[in-house]
């Protein structure tokens, strides 16, 4: 299916295609200090099938445990990240795009979680936390 996501502030957007039923939950920590959240949601797509529709990412590069330097493409006005890929030349590279951002995230329902060995250990038992709709004065 064809997604459509732009950073907080709008400056950046794009398209791309994925598979829907392949969106997955990442506990990692390296996604928990980026995104700021327990754990982020994410799904590939291909460079070939991402497309740049307004502005230029900004990228930060880290290592990852496997010893793999990885591109990180965030948007350098709001802080909003899109992107996690692998560096180097190879054709066609995989894009971890984070779901959050894409207007078709309520689709995206994942199907995996990985990194489970990092996970804070409430991560899976939400449901019966306290609700409100809104916060007042957010
Ligand atoms: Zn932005
Ligand atoms: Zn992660």
Redesign the pocket.
Known sequence: MQVTG???????SFQAEVDPGRAVLCHCTDCRVMSGAPYRSIIQTRETDFKLLS?QPKMYYKYGESGNRRELA???????HLYATSVGDEPNRLFGLRTGILDQCEDLRPTLQVWCLSEVSWAQDVSQIQRVDKVPGA
């Open positions: 732009k950073c907080h502030c709008e400056a950046i502005g965030f948007c350098d006005t709001c802080g909003s």
